[in-house]
Nanobody, 114 residues
């Protein structure tokens, strides 16, 4: 079973930046489209961005502010988040884009103060 470990979250002021990382165990990481999701308090988990061999796609709220990337040699996917807004406050998770999903990691908390 693949294990996912997210890191890089923290407290940042509105307009600031953070870079999240997600390390995945296992040797088949490069085969999959990987994605970032987030879950704000009281809300359902939502898609943020994904990356495959032929490019990346973003949720409307992430377009132009967030950039997803990956390093297959390190089994790691990244999310660079710029121009952060208070509404970006959430726990951020990574996983495969397609079902069946792997077991969720613990996520990394991002808190944006106004």
């Amino acid at each position: 079973q693949v294990q996912l470990v997210e890191s890089g979250g923290g407290l940042v002021q509105a307009g600031g930046s953070l870079r999240l990382s997600c390390a995945a165990s296992g040797r088949t990481f490069s085969m999959y489209t990987m994605a970032w999701f987030r879950q704000a308090p009281g809300k359902e988990r939502e898609f943020v961005a994904d990356i495959s061999w032929n490019g990346a796609s973003y949720a409307d709220f992430a377009e132009g502010r967030f950039t997803i990337s990956r390093d297959n040699a390190k089994n790691t996917v990244y999310l660079q988040m710029n121009s952060l807004k208070p509404e970006d406050t959430a726990v951020y998770y990574c996983n495969k884009r397609a079902r069946p999903l792997w077991t969720w990691g613990q996520g990394t908390q991002v808190t944006v103060s106004s």
